[in-house]
């Protein structure tokens, strides 16, 4: 089977690679450059070409990469704290949710998990983002515009806790500083058996948010720190090295049951 690669043009985002520590998302546009301490590259020299290829810079060279969610977190701007991918990938694992579905979450930030949701579920999917502050939204939906995700995510100004739009959700994701005082409001828009999943950073707010679960209809409750450690691979060298993410905060997951259904 022969592959059709199509090849790069005018507004795909393109993900420049020089090195571990230069990598620079970019939106191609006619007659705009991109400058680094490696040199410089024409966005124009980039149409046509294909993902994969390697161009030549002023101090060696640059790959041209299709971007993946994992650029998202090194490359676009975060003007406060984010989902890490280890944390985003199991939500998305844990929540069982697929391409398709409808997901709520609540406290859009910097739209890292936002874009990451979208990502995932496709172009049938939808993601409804609630947060009470306007400049945070328009941060995120710069960085889904970035990547062409824009129209996979609808943003809302308003406070969860006053209520969810939506009905018959596959998931609802929190991440917010008192999300038990959400929990009922989440269980009203999810549909039977639909999954909550809560990020909190501290261990003080597990115990308020799972109790708070328990009480309103959820089952199958977890709490759960996730650590990734990365290794330094040279010769003979083998180890795993001094700085990265450990801690992020714990993640709540639990599942929705019909509350007296039972015989």
Known sequence: MRFIHVPIQEGDPVTIWIDNKRAFLIKVKKGKRLDTDKGYIIHDQLIGKEYGEIIK??????YLLKPTPMDIYTTLPRPSQVVYPKDASYIIYASGIQPGDTVVEAGTGSGFLTITLAYFLGPNGKVISYDVREDMQNKAKQNALMLNLLDRIEFKIKDIRQGIDEKEVSAVILDMPDPWNAVSKAYEALK?????????????????????MRNEGFID????????REYQVKENAVRPKNIGV????????????IKGTSL
């Open 246 to 257: 450990m801690h992020t905060g714990y993640l709540i997951r639990g599942r929705k049951y």
């Open 221 to 228: 409750i977890h709490a759960e720190e996730l650590i990734l």
């Open 192 to 212: 039977p058996s639909g999954s909550l999943i809560v990020f909190v950073p501290t261990v003080n707010q597990i115990e308020k948010t799972v109790l708070q």
């Open 57 to 62: 810079i002023s101090k060696g060279e640059a």
